[in-house]
């Protein structure tokens, strides 16, 4: 009966789905009256019966007979911890049933009270049974899968470790389904360490990179150094490569300087990291230039500078926003360059200049700084054109439409206009590295083709 009633409910039949479904509660209820082993049965068809009703929009009603299973599949589980592993699987239908009435608060923790009379607290395939999903998104929207995750950093009186088959249940877990690592803090990698030595490692090395690398360093002089943990903690870093983990401890452990100089770095690296974060979330452009201003010799400093880049790298325009903005600060002042920043007139008329003095360099710092310059026309989409051309030489045979555009732009555009472009194009011309880059320009110009100019008719007496 459970059986047809599920067959049911796949065909999209759910109204057919719940009346078997109910025959087989009402089945296993007079089988579990005169045989107590058909008790996890019946708790079986009370969680089906929960599920048909929740289908139907009877989400209320779904409530009782989960709750039900809870009680019985806890009865079990206290005489037997074989049913634990079922009434995981109770608690998490109990905890979708809750969260669909609002009350997804009263959701029992079932990693911890299917765990509480064991010896190793929350045992990973409790949480791997609780989550009942089969990809990451399922997981972070189950309420109980989070919690159980939450309380992974705890320590063993925190009842938040994972142990033995736990563990390495979950690490099967994760894997079969190719969740993200690094996901869900605590990092799952510290819930599948292979061994109970390598968890505590890999916990101490969270815990200290997290607080301070201070500490960790103090730690590392008892622990990362030795031979045994060294190789253990390599052994976590091969297996889950491209997490944070992995990454910082392949800097201590390659570095040439030892733990000391390797942790130095690490403490180095945050605290740039901290200081650009701090810059480019300020508010408003003012409020950016002071922080810079106050900070001026710690932000132009190497290592600043190469994390920007390497962001740039990624494609954070913010990253590069603020990598021009140092640049231009240094060249041209930090009034003109955060004026140009807030202003797109301004940047324009500043990269205009830049044209003029050959200063193609300063023309990207300002197109990075302030990119709605570019749309301004017509000297923005010239500067646009001016870049493209500078990165990608061939660009103007294999597209046509760029000079087209900038005929069009100029074509329109006001006779002093024409003539400043011109005038700024020919000092650029001047310097040979940007010759025929200047002259392909002043060659669209020059064939744009301004409106005719309507004259009145004479007038005759």
Known sequence: M????????????????????????????????????????????????????????RRTEALEPTQEAVTLRRELAADNPAYLNDLAGSLNNLSIRLSELGRGDEAPPAWLECSADLDAPADGWLLAQATGSDTLEATERNPLARQALAGLRHDADGQGRLLGE??????????????????????????????????????????????????????????????????????????????????????????????????????????????????????????????????????????????????????????????????????????????????????LTAAN?????????????????????????????????LLLLLQQPDAAAEHPEIGETIQAVYADARNVQRDNARARLTKLAAHDQHQDLANRLLTWIDEAQPPPVETLPDRHQ
């Open 166 to 347: 736990g563990r390495r249940a979950l690490a099967a877990a994760v894997e079969e389904h190719h969740l993200a690592l690094d996901d869900v803090d605590p990092p799952r990698w510290l819930a599948v360490a292979p061994t109970e030595a390598d968890y505590e490692l890999a916990n101490a090395w969270e815990h200290a990179s997290h607080g301070s690398f201070d500490e960790l360093a103090q730690a590392g002089a008892s622990w990362i150094t030795d031979n045994a943990a060294h190789e253990r903690l390599h052994s976590l870093a091969e297996r889950f490569p491209g997490t944070r983990f992995a990454t910082e401890w392949t800097m201590v452990a390659e570095h040439p300087g030892g733990i000391t100089e390797a942790v130095a770095a690490l403490v180095e690296n945050d605290r740039a990291s901290h200081l650009l974060n701090q810059w480019i979330s300020t508010d408003t452009w003012e409020a950016s230039q002071a922080f810079y201003e106050a900070n001026h010799e710690p932000l132009t400093g190497e290592l600043p500078q190469a994390l920007l880049q390497q962001a740039v790298e990624q494609g954070q325009a913010l990253a590069a926003q603020h990598l021009a903005l140092i640049g231009l600060c240094e060249a041209v002042g930090p009034d003109i360059a955060f004026g140009g920043a807030a202003d797109a007139a301004a940047a």
């Open 2 to 57: 459970n059986n047809l009633g599920a067959r049911l409910s796949e065909l999209g039949r759910r109204t057919e789905a719940l009346e078997p479904t109910q025959e087989a509660v009402t089945l296993y209820r007079e089988l579990a009256a005169d045989n107590p082993a058909y008790l996890n049965d019946l708790a079986m068809s009370l969680n089906n019966l929960g599920i048909r009703l929740s289908e139907l929009g």
């Open 353 to 385: 200049r830049a044209v003029a003095e050959g200063r193609l360099d300063l023309v990207m710092s300002w197109a990075a700084a302030n990119p709605r310059l570019l749309q301004r026309p017509p000297d923005g989409v010239l500067i646009q054109a």
